[in-house]
């Protein structure tokens, strides 16, 4: 099953709006991380989020992170058509000793188009 | 240029005839994994390696073989390739868990099979 789950799973904006997008995933993580992809090509890592973490910027991202309800948002400021791309969200889950696994699951992505 | 390559980029082939998709990553990282990338399925994981010689199963590794003979390579193998295989491959690098704790993943530019 999904780790993470995006939402929404398209978004559709004008030149300048801000865009949200959310991710809720089902167990304990080592971090959370979005990556974004333009169609086709490979994912290209954006920010990452540890546990102990609860907001965290980069540019014109903003990302937060709500442990006690496994959930997680993307915010992107002033938006471009150059944004328009997908957006995944993907965990680093531990197990019960607090050890990650080592391994990312993605969740299935928001379609971002930001238009001129 | 650090990078994670792929070859080829697009193949087409037949049912049964095995086939052997290329992966290599020059940033001396440790960890490496394969995913496909499937319309409304997003991202899962096939085989993932920790380092060399040690490789495991991801969430959809049917059908599917890797190996880990050296750090910078990690071959997909696909012995008798089905209809199902036709899919966006991607494989990803990053350093080990235990080396930063946070696993930030490169990814390589896809491969697009088609299996007739």
């Known amino acids: 099953s999904q780790q993470g789950e995006e939402d929404p799973q398209a978004l559709s904006i004008q030149e300048g709006e801000n865009a949200t997008m959310n991710c809720s995933y089902k167990?304990?993580?080592?971090?959370l991380q979005w990556y974004r992809q333009n169609s086709g090509r490979g994912l290209f890592h954006l920010i990452l989020?540890?546990?102990?973490?609860r907001e965290k910027h980069s540019g014109r991202l903003r990302v937060t992170l709500d442990t006690s309800k496994k959930s997680s948002s993307l915010l992107i400021t002033a938006s471009r058509a150059a944004d328009t791309a997908s957006y995944f969200c993907a965990t680093d889950a531990i197990n019960a000793g607090g050890t990650s696994y080592g391994k990312l699951t993605f969740g299935q992505g928001t379609i971002l188009t930001v238009h001129p | 240029e650090a990078q994670v390559t792929q070859n080829p980029r697009y193949l087409i082939t037949v049912t049964g005839k095995k086939l052997t998709v290329t992966c290599s990553q020059n940033m001396n990282h440790e960890y490496m994994s394969w995913y496909r990338q499937d319309p409304g399925l997003g991202l899962r994981q096939i085989y993932y390696?920790?380092?060399?010689?040690?490789?495991d199963k991801g969430d959809v590794p049917e059908g599917y073989k890797v190996s880990r003979k050296e750090k910078r390579n990690f071959p997909l193998i696909l012995e008798s390739p089905s209809p199902n295989q036709t899919s966006l491959y991607f494989c990803a690098s990053s350093f080990s868990v235990a080396r930063t704790r946070y696993n930030e993943q490169f990814f390589g530019p896809g491969t697009r099979l088609t299996v007739l």
């Open positions: 390696s920790m380092n060399v010689e040690v490789t």
């Open positions: 167990t304990s993580i080592n971090n």
């Open positions: 989020i540890r546990s102990n973490e």
